[in-house]
Structure formats: C-alpha cells, structure tokens
Nanobody
Framework: QVQLVESGGGPVQPGGSLRLSCAAS????????MGWYRQAPGKERELVAS???????FYLDSVNGRFTISRDNAENTVYLQMNSLKPEDTAVYYC????????????WGQGTHVTVSS
C-alpha cells in the first residue's frame, strides 16, 4: 500500500519559514520524481517544485529563490524548505510521487495546510 504522509504545515507570519516533509512508503522511492503541489481556495492545483531521480529540480517562478526542494533517498523523504513566506503562499500543499515511465503510478498525499498571515 502506497502512502505519502506530509507534515510541517501550519500558521506562519509573513517573512517566516516552514519546512514541509513527506515520508513515502510502499514505492521504490528513489526512482520516482517527487513534487510539491499547492491549491489555494478557489484556484487550481499547481506544481510548486519537483526533484527527479537525478536530482534535477524545477520551481514555480513565484517561489524560485525562496523555496528549496530536496530528497533523502535513504529516508524515503522529500522536503520543501519555504523561506520569506508571503500571504499568497497560503494553500494546501500536497506531496506527489510520479513514476518516470508508468503514468498509472502517480500518488498523492493527503495535504498539509500552510497559512501565511499576520
């Protein structure tokens, strides 16, 4: 059974930092592209950052330079370090695991809330 369990969300003031974690089980973690998506109220889900099996990274323009994605294949965990948070970063953040070749193997976590407000 595949499980992606996110943690680390919560309330934070503008300019603050949070570190999200996603612990994966039930998959061959090291071969999956891991990503963080977010969905704000009334908006579509968007890809925030991703890291491939070769550790290549992608960032949404609006978070580039503020967020850092990393993965620990020994711990089957992917992280999202979020600095200089802004109110517009408020959303539910979802962890995603995507098989590089089999599109059926696309898994989601349950989401963790991030609220940036003074």
């Amino acid at each position: 059974q595949v499980q992606l369990v996110e943690s680390g969300g919560g309330p934070v003031q503008p300019g603050g930092s949070l570190r999200l974690s996603c612990a994966a089980s039930g998959i061959g973690f090291s071969i999956y592209t891991m990503g963080w998506y977010r969905q704000a109220p009334g908006k579509e889900r968007e890809l925030v950052a991703s890291v491939t099996i070769s550790f290549s990274t992608f960032y949404l323009d609006s978070v580039n330079g503020r967020f850092t994605i990393s993965r620990d294949n020994a711990e089957n965990t992917v992280y999202l370090q979020m600095n200089s948070l802004k109110p517009e970063d408020t959303a539910v953040y979802y962890c995603n695991a995507k098989h590089p070749y089999d599109t059926r193997q696309n898994y989601w976590g349950q989401g963790t809330h991030v609220t940036v407000s003074s």
